[in-house]
């Protein structure tokens, strides 16, 4: 089992639409959590960042943690075809050197 | 927000030839760099991290002698691919942080080797 489960997709929805993109994980040490945007041929941008439980509001972004069922989601709200992309999530342990685990990326499409 | 630049962004070159890769944080000083490779349609592998000062940390399956990496500077890392091959063309994504905050990416280098 990997350590951090996602949904490849690739994933179409309509322009405005509330896209839900979710990540499972494994390891309990987990404490931060990261949502990346990849464009193609382009590297990963930070999108969130969080710590431990709890949501965090960012503009149209919402990203949620629940350690309890280790389960982690980015909601995307009035999607628009810029946000087509591929959304990674990350993780990593506290300790200023610990190693980030990515997960494998959700292809999103937004149709006008 | 934190910038980091990567250079080149596209690289052609004849098998047996070395190559280099830069990466530098333009508004921040980075602590630990790390060089990732990325297959189509594939995650971010992680190839080595490098603390300023030190030498690189290579993950397991990953030639260090094949792969150089130099963290010479807080703002500066190099990744040369030596005497590289056609396997060895890939995507090559450098990212940079600053003690435990997340990473920055920079835009990557697309290697082709003939």
Redesign the interface.
């Known amino acids: 089992q990997k350590e951090v489960e996602q949904d490849p997709g690739p994933l179409s929805v309509p322009e405005g639409a509330i896209v839900s993109l979710n990540c499972t994980y494994s390891n309990s040490a987990f404490q931060y959590f990261m949502w990346y945007r990849q464009y193609s041929r382009k590297g990963p941008e930070l999108l969130m960042y969080t710590y431990s439980s709890g949501n965090k509001e960012d503009g149209r972004f919402t990203a949620q943690v629940d350690k309890s069922s280790k389960y982690i989601s980015l909601f995307i709200r009035d999607s628009q075809p810029s946000d087509s992309a591929t959304y990674l999530c990350a993780m990593k342990a506290p300790g200023g050197y610990q190693k980030v685990t990515f997960g494998t990326g959700t292809k999103l499409q937004v149709i006008p | 927000?934190a910038v980091?630049s990567?250079h080149p962004s596209w690289v052609i070159c004849k098998s047996g030839t070395s190559v280099k890769i830069e990466c530098r944080s333009l508004d921040f000083q980075a602590?630990?760099m790390f060089w990732y490779r990325q297959f189509p349609?594939?995650?971010?592998m992680?190839m080595a991290?490098s603390?300023e000062g030190s030498k690189a940390t290579y993950e397991q399956g990953v030639e260090k002698d094949k792969f150089l990496i130099n963290h010479a500077s807080l703002t500066l890392s190099t990744l040369t691919v030596t005497s590289a091959h056609p396997e060895d063309s890939s995507?090559y994504?450098c990212?940079a942080a600053s003690?435990?905050e997340?990473?920055?990416?920079?835009?990557?280098t697309?290697l082709s080797i003939l």
């Open positions: 927000g980091v990567q602590t630990t349609k594939q995650s971010l992680l991290t603390n995507f994504i990212s003690g435990g997340p990473q920055h990416f920079g835009d990557g697309r």
